[in-house]
């Protein structure tokens, strides 16, 4: 592996996403799905501004995710249909270099439009003169750029496999349920038949549990909950370190098998 070519091919990645205006659209959607949000008035009650800001944070949360399995998805397929990737690979450049190179620079996007999100909470957060739980707060960017990990390099294999439409389709999908999978589990599970609980276990054990990265509700009522502890942060990054392994190494390898 090249460090400086992972680092050039990261470093157009990025450059790339912040030239496009795909990011910024997406944060003023984000934001005016907040903006509506705050217009509710549940009859005059008081510490709504609680509800209000642990809703910001999953929008903002989804709003980044979506833009990254958009932005993952597109990068191999983009590289084919464009005949970029042949100069760049006839180079010294191994594959697995390049795949890196990647998945560094979508990573890189991906913080840059989470950064922008979370500057704009803390200045909501101060505007309103709540307080921030400065402990929770690491910790839930921390576990949501793990998250973002995991979804991309589950999106460079779903694209290797796919067309570009049918893996943003499938990316989507599989956020969406590996976001509610573990709710839906508790409420349906003690309602199925024997086979329905083999295939709900199947997928619980197949699909990554994103519900598992957002401590939102613990960040907004952080005088109520302890900061996770260390051996959980541990746990859980392992978690996502352990899928996003799996994903990659299965993108390599469809990477590798494909013809050049």
Not at 24 to 49: E, K, N, P
Not at 75 to 100: N, V, W
Not at 204 to 223: G, N, R, W
Request: hydrophobic residues 60%; charged residues 15%; aromatic residues 14%.
């Amino acid at each position: 592996m090249n460090p400086r070519a992972i680092w050039l091919i990261a470093k157009s990645v990025l450059i790339e996403a912040i030239r496009r205006r795909e990011v910024y659209i997406v944060i003023f959607i984000a934001l005016a799905l907040i903006a509506l949000i705050m217009t509710i008035d549940f009859f005059h009650l008081s510490g709504l501004s609680k509800f209000y800001r642990e809703m910001a944070l999953k929008i903002m949360s989804a709003a980044t995710a979506l833009s990254v399995v958009v932005l993952a998805a597109r990068q191999l397929p983009r590289e084919f249909e464009k005949r970029t990737i042949y100069p760049l690979l006839a180079r010294p450049i191994s594959r697995i270099t390049f795949l890196l190179g990647k998945m560094l620079g979508v990573l890189l996007a991906a913080l840059f439009c989470f950064a922008l999100f979370m500057l704009i909470f803390i200045v909501g957060n101060l505007y309103l003169g709540a307080e921030i739980p400065w402990v929770h707060f690491l910790q839930y960017v921390y576990l949501q750029m793990i998250m973002l990990l995991v979804l991309t390099t589950l999106c460079f294999w779903l694209s290797m496999v796919f067309n570009l439409d049918a893996a943003i389709t499938v990316g989507v999908l599989l956020f969406i349920l590996g976001a509610t999978m573990m709710s839906m589990s508790i409420t349906l599970f003690p309602l199925m038949t024997d086979f329905g609980r083999v295939v709900l276990k199947g997928f619980t054990y197949c699909v990554p549990q994103i519900s598992l990265f957002d401590i939102s509700e613990k960040t907004v009522h952080a005088e109520r909950w302890d900061p996770l502890s260390a051996m959980t942060i541990l746990k859980v990054t392992l978690y996502g370190l352990c899928f996003s392994s799996i994903y990659f190494v299965f993108a390599l390898l469809c990477f590798r098998r494909r013809a050049l």
